[in-house]
């Protein structure tokens, strides 16, 4: 049975609207707040945010539009010779739609506090590098990780739903990795 167009790119969106909400909400809501002297969920629990919410909606919409939820995922797999450029554009645009209606919903929480809410630098759950971020690795450093872990999470993916690969596993496999 062919899936229609249109319901990958709902699936994309909704996933990639999910993926934000609750993974950069992790961040924003429950992260660390210096200033106030709160620990919050620290760097692991924002990772087992996003974690767990690409294994939710892998076996959610996984059988709809594979979940790539990412553009990175889509060019991986478009690249991988699974998917026509034209499906790759209808994703990467669902994905960007996604995107943005979580995070204007994150900012519609966030502006709700009774205090009061100003974005800081990071106040999105946005991850950066420099000068004071974190431990303060350079361009070159954060340029590397982010092309390692990319080749690795792609290749967790493209080998979990190979024809050779356990695709009953593939969502746990997959949220894992990015965790």
Same mark, same amino acid.
């Given at each position: 049975?062919?899936?229609?167009?249109?319901?990958?790119? &709902?699936?994309?969106?909704?996933?990639? %609207?999910? =993926?934000?909400? %609750?993974?950069?909400? !992790?961040?924003?809501?429950?992260?660390?707040?210096?200033? !106030?002297?709160?620990?919050?969920?620290?760097?692991?629990?924002?990772?087992?945010? $996003?974690?767990?919410?690409?294994?939710?909606? !892998? /076996?959610?919409?996984?059988?709809?539009?594979?979940?790539? &939820?990412?553009?990175?995922?889509?060019v991986g797999v478009?690249?991988?010779?699974?998917?026509?450029?034209?499906?790759?554009?209808?994703? &990467?645009?669902? @994905? $960007?739609?996604?995107?943005?209606?979580?995070?204007?919903?994150?900012? @519609?929480? =966030?502006?709700?506090?009774?205090?009061? %809410?100003?974005?800081?630098?990071?106040? /999105?759950?946005?991850?950066?590098?420099?000068?004071?971020? @974190?431990?303060? /690795?350079?361009?070159?450093?954060? $340029? =590397?990780?982010?092309?390692?872990?990319?080749?690795?999470f792609l290749f967790?993916?493209?080998?979990?739903?190979?024809?050779?690969?356990?695709?009953?596993?593939?969502?746990? !496999?997959?949220?894992?990795? =990015?965790?």
């Amino acid at each position: 049975m062919e899936i229609k167009t249109s319901s990958k790119f &709902i699936a994309e969106l909704i996933g990639t %609207f999910g =993926l934000v909400l %609750f993974g950069c909400g !992790a961040a924003a809501i429950a992260g660390a707040n210096t200033t !106030a002297g709160l620990s919050g969920l620290g760097l692991l629990g924002i990772a087992v945010a $996003f974690g767990l919410s690409v294994v939710v909606f !892998a /076996y959610t919409i996984g059988g709809i539009s594979g979940c790539h &939820i990412n553009p990175a995922v889509t060019v991986g797999v478009l690249l991988a010779g699974r998917m026509s450029a034209k499906d790759a554009v209808v994703y &990467i645009v669902a @994905q $960007f739609i996604g995107a943005l209606l979580g995070a204007f919903v994150l900012q @519609q929480i =966030l502006s709700g506090q009774l205090a009061g %809410f100003t974005a800081g630098e990071w106040a /999105y759950g946005s991850n950066g590098w420099g000068k004071g971020y @974190q431990n303060e /690795y350079g361009t070159a450093s954060a $340029f =590397l990780i982010e092309a390692v872990l990319t080749f690795i999470f792609l290749f967790v993916i493209l080998a979990t739903t190979s024809k050779v690969g356990n695709s009953t596993m593939a969502g746990l !496999a997959i949220g894992f990795t =990015l965790l």
